[in-house]
């Protein structure tokens, strides 16, 4: 909040005392977590958390609510299709002052293990792949242990 008096000066003197104005600032948002540039899966909860602060001399918080409609302090982000997503989060204070903050997520298509007739196979994305397509128990152990790894961005 910025607050100036103006008493006048020796052209415009000031008959009716000092004249205020004063400026306030816009409210915060601030997205916690996650932090941006991940990437998950189709259909994988991500819990997210956020909040908002009134600026200096401003009218209180409105609202403090995130792309998806959930008010602070938590909300999800929306992983229900693969692709570029963006998530944001709105401060609105009652003067009707806004801030947004936002950040960028990729959704990717979910990677399923299934039992075929008794075999397990690996379905990543289209391509299919079975213990007598990889080899000896080794690359298959292998492969098994790069699937398990934790998907991360």
């Not at 259909?43 to 909040?51: A, D, M, P, W």
């Not at 998530?87 to 009652?94: I, L």
């Not at 690359?139 to 098994?144: G, I, P, T």
């Amino acid at each position: 909040m910025l607050t100036v008096n103006y008493l006048g000066d020796a052209t415009h003197g000031s008959s009716s005392g000092a004249t205020r104005i004063t400026i306030v600032q816009r409210p915060s948002a601030k997205i916690t977590s996650p932090t941006g540039g991940h990437t998950y899966e189709v259909g994988q909860l991500v819990h997210t958390r956020f909040s908002c602060r009134e600026g200096p001399g401003g009218a209180g918080i409105a609202s403090c609510k995130d792309s998806n409609g959930a008010s602070s302090p938590h909300g999800s982000l929306n992983t229900h299709r693969t692709g570029r997503h963006t998530y944001t989060v709105t401060a609105t204070s009652r003067d009707g002052l806004k801030r947004r903050v936002s950040i960028s997520y990729t959704v990717v298509a979910r990677h399923r293990r299934r039992s075929m007739n008794g075999q397990r196979r690996v379905v990543a994305g289209n391509d299919d792949v079975t213990g007598s397509d990889v080899g000896g128990g080794e690359s298959l152990a292998w492969l098994w242990r790069m699937l398990a790894e934790p998907l991360t961005g």
